[in-house]
């Protein structure tokens, strides 16, 4: 865990100590949202060329990533008493299964987006459902994001094939209940192992429901793997520890990256188009989600200033 510079470096210039540790935390901080990003390369590109079945992918995705991770809870002696939530559990395999099936006939830019559009657009309209107080901004930044989202998914040449569409609409849907159900969370790590663990079975029962159709290349499963135990445990771990250290206006609004970075890598590394239709739906969905946060945390420094917190 990173600590106060003066803690660590008494004998070091305050200045050159504090720059050192800011750049560690951008570096990680890079280093979690290039993970998020190649979950949805990663899976695009054994789904695309059928190296893998999206069943397959998701058990081992899932798998190598309760692995990884209970590696990680016992390397710091976390490894107590199971602490299982199945809701989450249950929610988590819904996200990437859906994730995986849905990357089957999605670009990778085009599922990202969807997935993230998805999770924000949730969290936000929970919050209004619960009575959070919202300016003309907040509504003007979620309509903006979700007329992106119509427009991203109206019938045209480019548009994503609806059944894929729909079910990456419902990982994001799934994942926004995950992130619900883990707020507040004292030890989000210990948890999303344990959740990892409960999901992971999961996976296998649909796997072996789907079983006539299964298939997997040396290529599919390593591609799997990666995305398991790389770019989701590790990057769940990177993505835990930096956080407590970042602004919560920073912590949201990086975020935004994310499906910029996966449809960059879909256009460079995998040959996807960079179609118009994807890059206005961007600048729609993410500009409004970024209003919503600018907002609202506009909102929270407000309200601690009348109240002296």
């Known amino acids: 865990m ?4 003066a803690a660590r ?16 935390k951008w570096l990680l901080l890079a ?7 190649a979950n949805s390369l990663l899976c695009r590109a054994a789904l695309r060329h059928d ?16 692995a990884v991770l209970t590696m990680i809870l016992a390397a710091r002696g976390g490894i107590t008493r199971p602490a299982f939530d199945l809701r989450a559990a249950l929610a988590l395999f819904v996200y990437a299964a859906c994730f995986s099936f849905a990357y089957v006939d999605l670009s990778a830019g085009t599922g990202a987006l969807l997935v993230f ?3 924000q657009l949730m969290m936000i309209s929970v919050g209004l459902w619960r009575g959070d107080r919202s300016s003309p901004i907040v509504w003007t930044g979620f309509a903006l994001a979700a007329g992106g989202l119509v427009y991203l998914l109206a019938p045209g040449v480019t548009a994503p094939r609806p059944g894929a569409a729909a079910l990456m609409l419902t990982a994001g849907a799934a994942w926004g209940v995950y992130s619900l159900r883990g707020a507040g969370r004292s030890d989000p790590i210990a948890a999303t192992t344990w959740n990892f663990i409960a999901a992971a079975p999961l996976a296998v029962l649909l796997n072996l429901l789907v079983a006539r159709s299964a298939h997997a290349s040396a290529a599919g499963i390593g591609w799997a793997m990666l995305s398991g135990a790389i770019a989701s445990a590790i990057g769940y771990v990177i993505w835990y520890r930096v956080l407590p250290l970042l602004p919560a206006i920073v912590a949201a609004t990086v975020q935004l ?8 890598g879909g256009v460079v590394l995998l040959g996807e188009p960079a ?17 919503v946060i600018g907002a609202r945390q506009r909102q929270a420094r407000g309200l601690r200033l009348r109240t002296g917190n």
């Open 51 to 66: 190296l893998i079945d999206p069943a397959s992918f998701t058990t081992v995705r899932l798998v190598s990533g309760a």
């Open 2 to 5: 990173l600590t106060a510079p």
């Open 9 to 24: 470096h008494k004998n070091k210039p305050l200045k050159a100590t504090i720059t050192m540790n800011s750049f560690t």
């Open 117 to 119: 559009s998805a999770v």
């Open 275 to 291: 179609t118009a239709r994807l890059g206005l739906a961007s600048i729609a969905i993410l500009g409004g989600i970024g209003l």
């Open 31 to 37: 280093i979690a949202m290039c993970a998020f990003a």
């Open 257 to 264: 990256s994310a499906p910029m970075l996966a449809a960059i």
